[in-house]
């Protein structure tokens, strides 16, 4: 090992997982590891911590570093930052964070509540469907962002997912879409099938017949649903795919992101009365807990209305 033993192991452990996560949620963990290896710095150079080394970190360690995040981040992020220590720790047949934190269940982060963020409402839904009925129709730039936002809310797809669907995945005569590229392809992550909403069906068939002659005028061949004329591969990047979505927001006036397209596809179908267990399956989650956690809940007026029409 060499002076930054904690560096050189963070590499080795971020090149294990690599595959295992999308590409947004693996730059996370990298910037997470990073700053973790700064705060390692500080406490190791203020003999807190005994050494760059987390192959030797003791109990103590683990503990010095816990207190220290705490008075730098908030309740729920400590939670992420306990799970990357172990992850690390643990790749290294190191136990020290399980054996801290049941010597020291104080330093167990006690968050409760829910991560899940707000899906869009209801007028601003009704303001880009509309608003999609009437753009320039031979406007290409125009009708790809509303068929991309449209696409997003209507299948509840991450970034990744729509970025790399190809045109075929696409039925137009059975209305529905294959998400092949989903998260954790390879590994826990399994392919599915949405249907198309007919929400979406219009300004999509208009944007396939555009992308025909896009492809043409700029003579690129590729299979993606949303091509690239400049990557070699012939997909966008999943910064293209965030701006082409702000072409949509300017021309409202209006902010949102991919992400709360995807919590607005779970939350719609839950206020049309779909089971949560559908709903889990139509977004990829591996269990209705993940869905309800971070995306999408029965709304308490529905739940009383569907206890209503059970008398």
Not at 199 to 205: A, F, G, K, P, Q
Not at 229 to 244: P, V
Request: aromatic share 8%.
């Amino acid at each position: 090992m060499g002076r930054n033993p904690l560096g050189e192991y963070l590499d080795r452990y971020l090149d294990t997982i690599r595959e295992v996560y999308s590409e947004e949620t693996f730059k996370n963990r990298v910037r997470r590891y990073h700053r973790m290896e700064s705060k390692v710095q500080i406490l190791v150079k203020e003999g807190k911590m005994r050494s760059m080394s987390p192959k030797n970190w003791t109990e103590n360690d683990v503990r010095e570093y816990i207190l220290y995040c705490k008075g730098l981040v908030s309740t729920a992020d400590m939670v992420h930052e306990i799970n990357a220590l172990n992850q690390l720790l643990l790749y290294l047949d190191n136990p020290a964070v399980q054996l801290c934190l049941a010597h020291n269940p104080m330093l167990k982060p006690n968050f409760k509540g829910t991560r899940r963020k707000d899906s869009m409402s209801d007028d601003m839904y009704d303001l880009i469907l509309e608003r999609s009925k009437i753009i320039d129709t031979g406007d290409f730039n125009l009708v790809r962002a509303y068929a991309l936002v449209l696409m997003s809310i209507t299948t509840g797809t991450r970034n990744k997912e729509i970025r790399f669907a190809d045109v075929k995945d696409v039925d137009t005569t059975l209305w529905t879409f294959d998400i092949i590229h989903v998260k954790g392809e390879a590994t826990y992550g399994m392919p599915r099938t949405v249907p198309l909403h007919p929400d979406v069906r219009r300004i999509l068939t208009l944007y396939l017949v555009l992308r025909e002659k896009w492809l043409a005028d700029n003579n690129v061949k590729s299979q993606a649903l949303f091509p690239s004329k400049d990557s070699s591969d012939g997909y966008l990047s999943g910064n293209s795919i965030r701006k082409i979505k702000t072409v949509v927001e300017k021309d409202l006036g209006i902010k949102f992101d991919l992400r709360m397209c995807r919590r607005t596809f779970g939350q719609r179908y839950l206020d049309n009365d779909l089971d949560i267990e559908s709903v889990s399956v139509l977004m990829g989650h591996a269990s209705t807990k993940t869905t309800e956690g971070f995306y999408s809940r029965k709304r308490l007026n529905k739940a009383v209305e569907n206890a209503k029409s059970t008398w």
